[in-house]
């Protein structure tokens, strides 16, 4: 399941540039999601509440699909799911009531940068 190298005479790209392109648009639509979502009144606390459920349905599901037989994790490892869990909210709600005062592009534009600034 490594790396194949480049593609082959006859080998097509494309369905790796489609995806990859889908998540770009993901990605960019987010921040107009969450601007839009604000500016029709919806709490900043409720839209970090439901995307973040959303993405750990979709996790889950991804988790059943690709792990037939799952370990549970133990007490520690728990904890430090749940810390981890909490933290990402906490980030979560600091974007979005920071989006309340930017633009989306502006946002989309500093997102990328919080790990040269944190470096």
């Known amino acids: 399941m ?4 480049p593609p082959q005479q ?3 790209q494309t369905p790796a540039t489609i ?3 889908l998540v770009q648009m993901a990605f960019a639509g987010w ?3 969450g601007k839009v979502a604000l500016n029709t009144g919806v709490s900043p606390l409720f839209f ?3 995307r973040e459920a959303g993405a750990s349905i979709v996790l889950l599901l991804l988790a059943a699909v690709c792990d037939k037989k799952p370990k549970m994790p133990n007490r520690a490892e ?3 799911f749940l810390t981890l ?3 990402i909210f906490i980030n979560i709600v600091g974007f979005i009531l920071a989006l309340n005062l930017v633009s989306p592009i502006t946002a989309a534009i500093y997102q990328p ?3 040269v600034w944190t470096a």
Not at 2 to 5: C, M, P, R, T, V
């Open 2 to 5: 490594g790396a194949k190298g």
């Open 10 to 12: 006859g080998e097509s």
């Open 19 to 21: 995806v990859m392109i």
């Open 31 to 33: 921040h107009v999601l």
């Open 48 to 50: 970090a509440l439901i």
């Open 78 to 80: 728990a904890m430090v």
């Open 85 to 87: 869990g909490v933290l």
């Open 113 to 115: 940068l919080i790990p």
